[in-house]
């Protein structure tokens, strides 16, 4: 593939627009990251002050897509979580991860987004396998794993250190052959923004 086809990509999905982080991203990362239920299993700062949220859309901006997908979660007219999908090309594998602000949890919208950006991976850099890991303890983010597909591969001990405590990680993957793809989602595989930059009605 060219260095083109590995920009930055906006995804629409029935619901949603999954596009790159903007710098007036800022104050909508903060609103759901700061609150403790949604951190309560990520290592992320405590408090989260407007700071925090500037520097992590900073990082987000200058990723490198060829590896590192980084996608903000848009509903409406709000940035209300991030998705990425971390590319290893040499092992034709990917790791997806998500973050969903508690406002918007138990409306299926981390599993659209993350089915999204999942077909859109395998698609795009010919992966063979996708697999995400959560705090064994985390079972709304387990969940939307399992209805993504993702059969659960086990539970490494200890293997993660958040907060001066060593917690348990749970696995999960879907292989290439055992992907089902979406049928509301399509992507623009441009830099640009769907039209208004607005998820429509």
């Given amino acids: 593939m060219s260095s083109g086809q590995h920009g930055p990509v906006t995804l629409r999905t029935a619901r949603l627009?999954?596009?790159?982080?903007?710098?007036?991203?800022v104050d909508d990362v903060r609103a759901y990251a700061a609150d403790p239920d949604v951190s309560r299993f990520r290592p992320l700062p405590d408090p989260y002050t407007r700071n925090d949220a500037l520097e992590f859309v900073k990082r987000q901006i200058q990723?490198?897509?060829?590896?590192?997908?980084?996608?903000?979660?848009?509903f409406g007219h709000r940035?209300?979580?991030?998705?990425?999908?971390?590319?290893?090309?040499e092992h034709e594998r990917a790791e997806l991860g998500y973050l969903l602000g508690r406002r918007w949890w138990g409306q299926g919208l981390a599993t659209e987004a993350a089915r999204a950006v999942v077909d859109w991976g395998f698609q795009r850099f010919n992966?063979?396998?996708?697999?995400?890991?959560?705090?064994?303890?985390?079972?709304?983010?387990?969940?939307?794993?399992?209805?993504?597909?993702?059969?659960?591969?086990?539970?490494?001990?200890?293997?993660?250190?958040?907060?001066?405590?060593?917690?348990?990680?749970?696995?999960?993957?879907?292989?290439?052959?055992?992907?089902?793809?979406?049928t509301d989602s399509c992507a623009d595989q441009g830099?640009?923004?769907?039209?208004?930059?607005?998820?429509?009605?």
């Fill in 17 to 25: 627009l999954l596009r790159p982080f903007e710098i007036t991203d």
């Fill in 63 to 74: 990723t490198d897509w060829s590896t590192d997908a980084e996608f903000a979660i848009v």
């Fill in 79 to 89: 940035v209300v979580g991030g998705l990425s999908l971390h590319v290893s090309p």
């Fill in 127 to 182: 992966l063979y396998k996708v697999y995400a890991r959560a705090h064994v303890d985390n079972s709304r983010s387990w969940r939307v794993m399992e209805k993504l597909g993702m059969s659960r591969e086990g539970v490494l001990r200890g293997h993660w250190k958040m907060r001066e405590e060593h917690v348990d990680l749970v696995y999960y993957a879907v292989f290439r052959d055992e992907w089902t793809p979406p």
């Fill in 191 to 201: 830099a640009g923004r769907a039209r208004d930059g607005k998820v429509e009605p």
